[in-house]
């Protein structure tokens, strides 16, 4: 039987300078993976430890800069991401922590292939090898569209990609060089469309944890919606939400649905992410201090007081001069220097050791959900003109998101229903409302672009700290201006171009010859 390393040997040593310890340890990380109970225990290991929210909130513009004090031990972190800056530091959630995770669980699903091949890659592994390739795309999916540009079929071939892994190392240091953009997409809907038919939802114990049909359909709508290949959207997303989507939905007016409680906000935070929760198609709990920092009142780059006012309690595009509609979502709080927290996350905290107070905290969310398929089905449909479709899935998520009494939680009533009409009265001519430059672009008509604003709007309500909100920003080339109110510095502006949207290449990385991203 062939012993197999559980080592990321190649692209972990990619990213650290003690290179020769990983050579030292070989002899005592060995399994053997001679039966697919072996090789779907080493699976759990194909999906990423590590969060990219911390920096993709902070870079976005759902923060600002707030009056603090104190100190913060993300500190350094936080205004990086703020001011677009080449982060540096190797700390938990920062940009070499995310590249190094991903690149781990892609060199742990490429061990379940290569053992799945050298068993003969029969009937019996076929539910693992799809796994294997279905986790091994997600995490290229997610590196390529952090630490490189958005996809542009015209430039894809001239634009810088990541290296696509496929193979296990079998030395302890491997130079690197990027795959352009092209290649990396082609290769993703490669592992894709190959994974996503052998995959078997009966074959795992907790299916939230693991990529079932659903949560493959899922990624595969998001993953051609950045092409914009609506078809394939619309195929995708319906295919994971199934025939009835309402009962997929996470009903968030009602707090007793939403299994927490208004005056509760540690039991609500506890409960919103669970897999007892209807949404979820692709839970993960990950190394991450993001459950504590999207709350915390001490980072000085955060959410504010009026900016959760303006996207969550202000009128929005069901309201009326006359009655006005709110969005629930989440409980928050805030402190008199108007710093406000949403008690989403929960965090688990692992202690070092028995009665000591340092140790590492985990985040556990999800990474796919029937929120995001609906809202991605609608963008779909809006952009193949089938408005009647759209608007139905737009009502059938807002019926779940908006209520007329905010001040009764409890309150029975018919929501609001919104039309063309009513959306071009709320989104055109509104700078807060810019209009869209995808790729595309040239071929959005007028209530098209209305429509998707919509969309998008709702989208950033929903996954609110959660890091989507960065992925729209650099898909649709929106500028974002980040100001500095409290310390009076002049404000920045990340322009619609500007190439910083591409997270720069950790510097560890590019010492094994990956390629730095231009600036």
Known sequence: MKAYKILTVGMFALLVTACNSFLDVVPDNRTELDSPEAI????????????????????SDNVAERLVSGTHSRATLNKQMYQWMDGTGTGTDYPVYVWTNYYEAIAAANLALEAVEEEGDTKEYAAIKGEALVCRAFCHFILVNLFAEHYDPDKAEQMLGIPYCVKPETQAIVYYKRDNLKQVYDQIEEDLQTGLPLLQDQTYEVPKYHFTKAAAHAFAARFYQYKGEWDSVIVHSTAALGSNPKSKLRDLRNPDQANGQWGDKDAYAAKYFKVTQPSPFLMISAKSWWARDGQSFSLCYSMKKDEHASLFTEKNVTGS??????????????NSAGCARMYKFDELFIRSSI?????????VSTLLSSEEALLNRAEAYVMKNQFDLALEDINLYLAERVRVDKDDPHADFTPYKVNLAKIKAFYDGKEEFPDFEPFYASTISEDQMSMLKCVVDWRRKEFMQEGLRWFDIKRFHLP????????????????????????????????????ANPR
Not at 355 to 363: E, F, N, V
Not at 498 to 512: G, H, K, M, Y
């Open 40 to 59: 779907k225990e080493l699976l759990v290991s194909a999906y990423p430890k590590a969060h990219y929210y911390h920096m993709c909130e902070v870079m």
């Open 321 to 334: 001069p006359v009655t006005g509609t709110y969005a629930t979502f989440f409980v928050i709080s805030t």
């Open 355 to 363: 009665g000591s107070s340092s140790g590492q905290g985990y985040t």
């Open 480 to 515: 974002v201006v980040h100001t500095f109110t409290v310390s009076g510095d002049p404000s920045i502006t990340l322009t619609k171009d500007d190439l910083r949207r591409a997270v720069q290449i950790p510097s560890e990385a590019q010492a094994f010859g990956v390629e």
